[in-house]
């Protein structure tokens, strides 16, 4: 049967217990207001019962507290990751678009962009007909349109700039996971150490893990897996096996974490981007990690999407032949020189999943700078495994990175794209003229290179004069609008220098003749110059993509941060501290201390009775 003073150990197992609850209600009050803090919870359980030589067989032994655990739920969690993965993607997009919109912009006051410089080139060209041989007016002239040259290189330098700077970001979002990681890394083994054997969760340690848990799914896509370390018997030892993944790609495995490396590159995507853009490799494999892969997420992805992002019209074609260091294509997405934004060496081309380098490229065009076909001559560091096999796949070559989104690279060829078909325009209109030295006047725009070297597209005027059905050659070095940029975009030097190089008519000698003027004024409005659309309504079709970027970006950033704020309340309601729950809480606890006081209370009145008043006489 049971002891005598039975009655006093239950009395004093309830207070035990109550007393722990009370101190983790307490703790609960006391952290109500910290960051990333976990409400925690004592489970009490009723003891084993003890069995007795009497009738009713058996009799409770009163209470314990079988843990403190942390209330969270696993699905809340998983679902605040995922939209804040989305809010800081489009987060990080919106800040990138917003400076690019800024770029664009045109009020014609304090902000004169493309509209009021392309405008005042053509007013100025307008004067310059009336006054042909006036050599202040054509002056004036020429300093409007190395203005509008201003205009494109300052673009084009603000966007490398930009760039620049999405590739540095890249960099310091690597140095934040590695450093995340490693901290995860060693709370895990902290924690395990607490919890391992004793059955003690590491409230605050786990706390901290899941703030830095919190942190990462900002910049990356996150998710983990947390399974208990058992015996050979599959006894739980108390200790758990935490797996974090970053991307769907494991980061971190209980004490061991892996390390992603930044490396510049020399291989380029796309003819104006910057030198020695990052590229991310994990340490241990040397593997590349995709920020932009369909499991990625975060703000790292849309630093790669603005980065890189070429609204998947870089270029693409049929592989016809190959051996085993060149690859020709024909059936070309991009159909004209002019639209080429390849690297003229160190390009990437990728066939059948196998990315290569190659160090120069041969097209085949015609009179209008078509491509009809296209060689890709590729580095000696990796060859062709079946070039035949290749062919009869009938496998497509894709160059540069491919990306779905209107980044900088996107932005940049729409620049080129414009000046050179704008350039050659106008170039062809002036070719046709005399000088007031009754020469034939040299190529007005051209292309001027930071080192100095000059492109006057003599190659482009070889192919121009081709017939009908003939084809030539030219290569990545050819001198073609190809090489002409936003960035090197300039009036040729000794037509500034010299303004009667400049010519208005077709006949130097009639003096106040002004034909060729007449036909240069035609590019403002009359002609075809961009995408199906004449050269002043350039700014208006880069602006509205800009603009629907932007306010996509701007749409989807307010949506997952309202939804954060929702699943962050929903969240709350679970893990976090409710005062007025907690309030509660305490009164219960202290009523239930109060009643176990009471019990031992009389429990103690009784055994003295027992003890002092009973017995033999």
């Not at 962009?113 to 060209?125: E, P, R, Y």
């Not at 409230?203 to 910049?219: P, W």
């Not at 947390?226 to 797996?243: A, K, M, R, V, Y």
Request: hydrophobic fraction near 30%; glycine fraction near 6%; include cysteine.
């Amino acid at each position: 049967m049971a002891s005598t003073f039975f009655g006093l150990n239950i009395g004093v197992s309830a207070l035990n217990s109550f007393q722990v609850a009370t101190n983790t209600t307490a703790n609960n009050i006391a952290n109500v207001k910290t960051t990333g803090y976990t409400r925690q919870s004592a489970t009490l359980t009723a003891k084993d019962a003890l069995n007795v030589t009497a009738r009713y067989g058996s009799v409770g032994t009163g209470v314990t507290v079988t843990s403190i655990k942390q209330q969270r739920d696993l699905y809340y969690d998983t679902k605040y990751w995922e939209n804040n993965s989305c809010y800081g993607r489009y987060e990080q997009k919106l800040y990138y678009l917003d400076q690019i919109q800024n770029y664009f912009k045109d009020n014609g006051a304090s902000v004169k962009g493309f509209s009021s410089v392309f405008s005042q080139m053509f007013s100025d060209l307008d004067t310059l007909r009336s006054k042909p041989s006036d050599k202040t007016v054509r002056n004036q002239f020429i300093s409007s349109a190395q203005s509008l040259c201003t205009y494109f290189n300052q673009m084009s330098d603000n966007l490398s700039k930009l760039q620049d700077d999405c590739n540095e970001e890249i960099r310091n979002r690597v140095d934040e996971i590695n450093s995340i990681s490693e901290k995860i890394s060693l709370l895990n083994k902290e924690i395990n150490q607490i919890e391992t054997g004793t059955g003690v969760e590491a409230g605050s340690l786990r706390d901290e893990r899941a703030n830095l848990m919190d942190n990462l799914s900002k910049i990356v896509n996150v998710s983990y897996k947390e399974t208990p370390i058992q015996n050979t018997n599959g006894d739980n030892l108390g200790g758990t096996s935490f797996c974090l993944f970053v991307n769907g790609e494991k980061i971190v495995d209980g004490k061991d974490y892996r390390k992603l490396v930044c490396e510049s590159t020399d291989i380029k995507n796309n003819q104006t981007d910057n030198d020695d853009l990052f590229k991310i490799y994990w340490a241990d494999t040397k593997m590349e990690f995709v920020a932009t892969a369909g499991t990625a997420g975060g703000s790292l992805k849309a630093l790669f999407e603005m980065r890189d992002g070429d609204n998947l019209e870089n270029f693409k074609g049929k592989v016809t032949q190959a051996d085993s260091y060149s690859f020709t294509v024909s059936n070309t997405l991009l159909t004209n020189i002019k639209s080429l934004n390849l690297p003229d060496t160190n390009g990437k081309i990728t066939v059948d999943h196998v990315t290569y380098t190659y160090d120069s490229w041969e097209a085949e065009v015609d009179a209008d700078g078509n491509i009809k076909s296209m060689k890709f001559n590729l580095s000696k560091n990796k060859a062709v495994a079946n070039p035949a096999a290749v062919v009869a796949d009938n496998a497509t070559l894709s160059a540069g990175s491919g990306i779905n989104e209107r980044g900088i690279p996107y932005y940049m060829t729409q620049l080129n794209e414009f000046v050179r078909n704008f350039a050659e325009l106008f170039n062809k209109a002036e070719s046709k003229g005399q000088n007031m030295n009754g020469d034939t006047p040299p190529t007005f725009f051209e292309g001027i290179t930071a080192t100095g070297k000059v492109y006057d597209f003599s190659d482009s005027d070889a192919y121009s004069k081709l017939t009908d059905g003939q084809t030539t050659t030219i290569s990545s070095s050819s001198n073609t609008y190809y090489r002409l940029t936003a960035g090197n975009y300039s009036v040729n030097k000794d037509v500034m220098n010299n303004v009667s190089l400049f010519a208005t008519a077709t006949d130097y000698v009639k003096t106040d003749a002004c034909d060729i003027v007449d036909e240069l004024k035609k590019l403002q409005s009359q002609t075809t110059v961009y995408r199906g659309d004449k050269a002043e309504s350039f700014l208006e079709t880069i602006i509205s993509n800009v603009s629907v970027d932007t306010e996509k970006a701007e749409t989807n950033n307010k949506l997952y941060q309202n939804l954060e704020q929702t699943i962050s309340n929903q969240r709350t309601s679970v893990s976090g501290v409710d005062e007025d729950e907690e309030a509660l809480n305490l009164i219960k606890y202290q009523n239930a201390y109060n009643m176990a006081s009471k019990v031992i209370s009389i429990m103690s009145q009784m055994l003295e009775k027992l003890i002092n008043d009973t017995g033999v006489a």
